[in-house]
């Protein structure tokens, strides 16, 4: 069972898990004409760049419990009750008991439905493409009104109170990214942002705060003078009353990416993935919900191969494919972050004791 709060331990068992793994045999690899990107374990016969459900119907699995996760793009526990009457939803739907479970870093998220610990999930753009690739992901919708999938865009925000009018100001100052892995925040700015007169790696360093929010309330706080993050973020924040948005100031936004897609495993028995599916587009977000995701009202099918053309390319522009490598990357560096947070914690605490009488 997936662990709410999985930090540096959980991450190096995925690490372990991975390598453990990708070293057996896999039933996927017998007679596959077509790989593509994705990982040995996974077949792509079809050529729709995501993994063909198993021909083996032994390896399809009809699960009496449904673990399900969203994106770590903020705060985990914030979603839990937000995401309430959905879950709800769902049970009722499927016929089946759901659960939900907050995942603390990306490379967890996605560690878990390779392992099949996870049976649907949302991810965060950028690592959608991992999901895919390394964990077997099927994506099929996201969230959006009658009329199309929501998206967003890169924003680069400053104080307002700051000097800062455009992003060639920013050369020598301290620039947040999120974790290597983000679209928004990471992999779309090292496409965009040279156009615009900020390389990064060469006009500045990148700091990873480790998530948008935490990019967000960094340059409030002045820890930095700007912030590559994503607008639904933003927009959600201000929406909460986590931020006031007249504080900010808005110096470049990207054209629209797609948000963040909801996936189930490629191992599902077809009849149960189909009913998952008809079950999220039969949903209706309430008021609630509506509020929280920026008036989006529904799930919209989508299609990896179509919808997340752009991602693809910015990651591939970027350097970063959606690779073994790229990924295992992604995990040191997250589990190095949390090492290094959990230490702080430590040492807060520490400081808070009393002295010894």
């Not at 931020?243 to 963040?260: C, D, G, H, L, Q």
């Amino acid at each position: 069972m997936l662990v709410a709060n999985a930090r540096t331990g959980a991450i190096a068992v995925a690490l372990a898990t991975l390598v453990a793994v990708a070293a057996q045999p896999a039933a996927a690899q017998d007679n596959c004409p077509n790989r593509g990107q994705l990982d040995t374990l996974y077949c792509d016969a079809d050529g729709d760049l995501v993994a063909d459900v198993p021909r083996d119907t032994a390896r399809q699995r009809d699960p009496s419990t449904l673990v399900w996760a969203y994106t770590p793009v903020e705060d985990p526990a914030v979603y839990a009750n937000i995401f309430k009457p959905f879950t709800d939803h769902l049970g009722q739907c499927v016929g089946k008991r759901i659960v939900y479970f907050a995942v603390q870093s990306n490379s967890a998220q996605i560690e878990a439905m390779r392992s099949g610990r996870l049976h649907f999930a949302g991810f965060s753009t950028g690592p959608t493409g991992f999901a895919v690739n390394m964990a077997g992901a099927v994506p099929f919708a996201a969230k959006g009104t009658a009329d199309a999938v929501r998206g967003y865009n890169l924003l680069a925000v400053v104080k307002a109170s700051s000097p800062f009018q455009k992003l060639a100001d920013l050369k020598d100052r301290k620039v947040a990214h999120t974790s290597p892995s983000s679209n928004s925040g990471n992999l779309a700015p090292r496409v965009l942002f040279p156009d615009q007169g900020l390389r990064p790696d060469t006009d500045y360093r990148p700091l990873m705060s480790g998530g948008h929010d935490k990019s967000i309330l960094g340059v409030a706080s002045g820890d930095y003078d700007m912030a590559a993050v994503a607008s639904d973020v933003f927009e959600r924040m201000a929406t909460r009353g986590t931020i006031k948005a007249a504080e900010f100031r808005e110096i470049y936004r990207s054209p629209v990416f797609p948000t963040s897609s909801f996936a189930h495993a490629h191992d599902l028995k077809p009849e149960l993935a189909k009913k998952l599916k008809d079950c999220f587009y039969a949903f209706r977000f309430p008021a609630e919900m509506q509020k929280e995701f920026n008036g989006d009202d529904r799930f919209f099918p989508i299609s990896y191969q179509k919808d997340w053309a752009v991602v693809r390319d910015v990651a591939e522009k970027s350097g970063t494919p959606y690779n073994r490598a790229a990924f295992e990357a992604e995990a040191k560096r997250e589990a190095e972050a949390a090492a290094r947070a959990q230490q702080q914690r430590q040492q807060q605490q520490q400081q808070q004791q009393p002295p010894a009488k």
